[in-house]
């Protein structure tokens, strides 16, 4: 009961301190979601338009409330080139409800750069709003710990807080590349992306303070390698970076295509650098695709938290584009 009692003011102090900037949420999924990882992956898919949903919640071992973080996402092609995409993303974390609300829309380009059209490059442009929010009266401050009966927090006590307002809106700018050699038949596909959000670093701050909001650098690859017809491997590494935090994720990803039934099951793990060990699956089953990942947590949080993380689902929704005479994929997905 202590360890939850402890975290819970933690948490809430450490969303409101003035001298250290925030870092955004990170998903362990963080590929389902594709236009939170890159808005160069708006339309990079084969198929009329997609609609993403995503859930994630973790520390409620340690929090007296879990961290929960929702999204929802829809993109299409235009045609060969230009692609459109838009995101509602909300964050609420803590004993305070701190809440992070991102709405953006997304615009992509694509072309090639050989005669083969083989090598395949994505630029996308990403804009919108967030806005931020919490509610003071929801958390304890060191000025109102009082020594009286033992020792306790008096929320009648003045804070000693200067706040400049309990929620704000704020302006957001992103922006990114990839790269892939798109002949599925071959053995190895490899990709390639990068992206930087908040390009205008925008002021943020629950106070009267210059803080602003930090670059969040993004790079991701690996590669899709065909095993056999029914077999593929799908090796991939993740680096982010903001300010002074930063993660790095390592992953397999199994496909495994059940026959003449048209589902791909999916399964594989993921490392994330000094923090968690993840597993996932899912399925691929007509025009949808389901997963759920669990993160089992590593980092020295795990004496408190039992090593219990966060647990994520996705669901991805895709109606295909009919081809009267499709050229044979390894495996078919």
């Not at 992070?100 to 829309?105: A, F, Q, T, Y």
């Not at 199994?254 to 399964?267: E, F, P």
Request: proline residues 4%; glycine residues 10%; aromatic residues 14%.
């Amino acid at each position: 009961m202590m360890k939850k009692y402890y975290l819970f003011l933690i948490s809430g102090l450490i969303l409101l301190s003035t001298s250290v900037s925030s870092q955004d949420f990170h998903l362990s999924q963080y590929d389902a979601a594709p236009l939170y990882l890159n808005p160069a992956l708006a339309g990079q898919f084969d198929g009329k338009y997609r609609i993403h949903g995503h859930y994630r919640t973790q520390w409620g071992s340690v929090s007296s409330k879990s961290f929960k973080t929702a999204a929802i996402s829809y993109d299409m092609p235009l045609n060969e080139k230009f692609a459109f995409g838009a995101q509602i993303l909300n964050r609420r974390a803590g004993a305070g409800d701190y809440n992070d609300l991102g709405i953006l829309l997304t615009g992509a380009y694509s072309f090639t750069v050989d005669d083969n059209k083989m090598h395949k490059f994505s630029v996308g442009l990403q804009a919108g709003m967030i806005q931020k929010s919490v509610d003071f009266d929801k958390l304890y401050f060191e000025s109102q710990y009082t020594t009286a009966n033992g020792g306790s927090f008096d929320q009648n006590l003045p804070t000693g807080e200067n706040f400049g307002g309990q929620n704000f809106w704020i302006p957001d700018v992103n922006a990114g590349f990839v790269y892939y050699y798109g002949k599925d038949q071959i053995r190895v596909n490899p990709f390639i992306g990068a992206s930087v959000f908040h390009l205008t670093q925008p002021k943020e701050t629950f106070y009267n303070s210059d803080n602003k909001l930090p670059l969040r650098y993004k790079a991701h690859a690996g590669a899709k390698v065909n095993i056999s017809e029914k077999i593929q491997l799908m090796p991939k590494v993740l680096f982010m970076r903001q300010k002074n935090a930063q993660e790095l994720n390592y992953g397999l990803m199994a496909h495994y295509h059940l026959g003449s039934t048209g589902v791909i099951v999916l399964l594989g793990p993921t490392l994330r650098s000094s923090d968690a060990f993840i597993l996932e699956g899912g399925a691929k089953f007509g025009n949808y695709e389901a997963k759920v990942s669990y993160d089992f947590n590593t980092s020295s949080l795990s004496d408190f938290s039992d090593g219990k993380g966060g647990f994520e689902i996705s669901l991805t929704y895709i109606p295909r584009i009919f081809k009267p005479n499709p050229i044979k994929n390894c495996p078919r997905i």
